[in-house]
């Protein structure tokens, strides 16, 4: 099977600049993770959708930082305006829905910002 | 809160020798564990998981786990490494077995010497 797929590999931009990632999850998942990676860090959740909806963004930084999923698909994560400290790897995953299906990850999104 | 602790930021194992690699938890309830591989520009791989029952758990290329509540602890274990086993090993726990994001450890960087 196909795995996650993310979009862009790289991005390189400049502080207060906004930014957008995509995620195609595999086929047939209800659940979709976006993860925050910095540097010498494991993953950090920053939002869980099931379908098009939000079951958990606690830790996302809602002043800065979006996510959609509108058709229950693909998501977008949007950062705007980036800050030094957003430079980190994005990391897409995509489950099954049901309590012991195994996260499937991308190879994630690295962001610099300069 | 959930928590996750790998002790070992860096560990050198020689090709051919056994790996341990450590892992201990916080977390109020009984948990779902994970091991993780990351190797470099790629996503996370699901080595294994443990959600109940046997506490000694097999993986994917060769990897065991041991789960032992009263020390909360989940150490990875392999008898014979290989030089493609150099990655990051990260150690997660989560609330369910996937429908729920995870709370991830710092990881271990695993280094192969000939």
């Known amino acids: 099977e196909a795995g996650v797929a993310q979009s862009p590999r790289y991005k390189i931009i400049e502080k207060r600049q906004s930014v957008a990632f995509w995620c195609n999850p595999i086929?047939?998942?209800?659940?979709l993770y976006w993860y925050q990676q910095i540097l010498g860090q494991g993953p950090k959740l920053l939002i869980q959708f099931q379908n098009n909806g939000v079951v958990d963004d606690s830790q996302l930084p809602k002043d800065r930082f979006s996510a959609e999923r509108l058709k229950g698909v693909d998501s977008t994560l949007k950062i705007q305006p980036a800050k030094l400290e957003d430079s980190a790897v994005y990391l897409c995953?995509?489950?099954?829905?049901?309590?012991?299906?195994?996260?499937?990850f991308g190879n994630g999104t690295r962001l610099t910002v300069t | 809160a959930q928590s996750v602790t790998q002790p070992d930021i860096h560990i050198t194992v020689s090709e051919g020798a056994s790996l341990e690699l450590r892992c201990n938890y916080s977390?109020?309830?009984?948990?779902?564990l994970f091991w993780y591989v990351q190797s470099p520009g790629q996503g996370l791989q699901l080595l294994l998981k443990?959600?109940?029952?046997?506490?000694l758990v097999q993986g994917i290329k060769g990897f065991e786990a041991e789960f032992k509540r009263s020390q909360s602890s989940y150490t990875l274990r392999k008898p014979t490494v290989q030089w493609s086993d150099a990655a990051e090993y990260f150690c997660a726990v989560g609330a369910t077995g996937g429908a729920d994001g995870l709370t991830f450890g710092k990881g271990t960087h695993l280094i192969i010497q000939p």
């Open positions: 977390y109020g309830a009984t948990p779902y």
């Open positions: 086929s047939g998942h209800a659940t």
């Open positions: 443990y959600f109940s029952g046997d506490t």
């Open positions: 995953a995509s489950s099954l829905a049901g309590s012991n299906s195994p996260l499937h």
